[in-house]
């Protein structure tokens, strides 16, 4: 046991075969100190004690902070434990995240190829990539249509499972096919959390995610993150973040962190509830379109199976008309009217209202969260029958 910390990369050595649990409650740790916690509190600093030359891990605010050093330890170790060739870097939010990697990685005459089933904000993206003189390809997720499309890009953006409609690509081949036609290739983690896949042991070049949703899991804080392997690559994003001072607060961090432990246990929780709930709509004719990505007739199940351990805490399907949906929203007790996803408390949306997602009217994004499955399929069912009559 050492009485001093002596560096910003020290941290506790997990076992190699440690299993995912151990991992996500014991990830990022420090060694300890005799009468320190177990978790340090955050940092609050802008500035650091700095004379003489401008050496060591801390010398301002915007670039670097002890507390982000501990979580993006931790955030490594999930996306790609055992590998000491890779870096994570947190940022104020998932479009932030976003963002570093499509802009820090395209120069004017590059070539990018999205999803155009993604994201809704990628819309926004796409508009801001071509003022810049940059060339925007799209392509559906399911089918691996991205592939049609690679040919003389620059970056493959992928987002598997997609968001809202639950389609998935097989990583994989896409990264494959992208890198011998060189080009970068980013996956978008933020449905499959760490836990469900791990972008880089497929072949991407960086995992990106919204630490706001699942990672997280509380619906208390905005955070991003981008993991990449060390190199030129994953420096550019690192410079873009210092150019835009797009930092997440060493509160939000630290609350992340501490959210890490439970991950496991909520994922392992919100899955299962998901399935059951998947299983639940399916017999209901009322609902159509039902995409659940574990259900095994899911049309994107069995590729899904070979590079997911986890399938998501999403559910999407489609009630008959805007009214009906909204009104099996407002039937609905155990669940909150919000939008976002991942956390303890099951959410549910009409999609639609936002204008940005090609879905239906009657389109339902449905996050589950910790409640007792048996409360919550109940709960469900019963808004169903009474938005029906």
Known sequence: MNDSTTGADQGQALPGGAGEGTRAVRAGLPEPVKHEPTLPGPVFAAHFHLPGDPTGPYTYGRDENPTWTLLEQAIGELEAPGQDDVETLAFASGMAAISSVLFSQL?????????????????????????????????????????????????????????????????RRLAEAAHARGALVAVDNTLATPLGQRPLELGADFAVASGTKQLTGHGDVLLGYVTGRSGEAIAAVRRWRKIVGAVPGPMEAWLAHRSI?????????????????????????????????????????????????????????????????????????????????????????????????????????????????????????????????
């Open 107 to 171: 120069r004017a005459g590059d070539a990018v190829v999205l999803p155009d089933d993604g994201y809704q904000a990628l819309s926004l993206v796409r508009a801001q990539l071509e003022t810049y003189g940059i060339e925007v390809r799209t392509a559906p997720t399911g089918g691996d249509a991205q592939l049609g499309v690679l040919d003389g890009a620059k970056l493959l953006w992928i987002e598997t499972p997609s968001n809202p409609g639950l389609d998935v690509c097989d990583v």
């Open 261 to 389: 432990a439970t991950l496991q246990l909520r994922v392992d929780r919100q899955n299962a509830t998901a399935l059951a709930l998947a299983r639940a709509l399916r017999d209901r004719s009322d609902v159509t379109g039902l995409r659940y990505p574990g259900l095994s007739d899911d049309p994107s199940h069995r590729i899904a199976s070979r590079q997911m351990r986890r399938y998501g805490c999403v559910v999407s399907f489609t009630l008959p008309t805007r009214a009906r949906a909204d009104g099996f929203l407002d039937a609905l007790r155990l669940v909150d009217d919000a939008t976002s996803f991942g956390g303890v408390r099951s959410t549910a949306e009409r999609r639609g209202r936002w204008g940005g997602d090609a879905v239906p009217e009657g389109f339902i994004r449905f996050s589950v969260g910790a409640e007792d499955p048996e409360d919550l399929i109940a709960d469900v069912l019963r808004a169903l029958d009474e938005s029906a009559g």
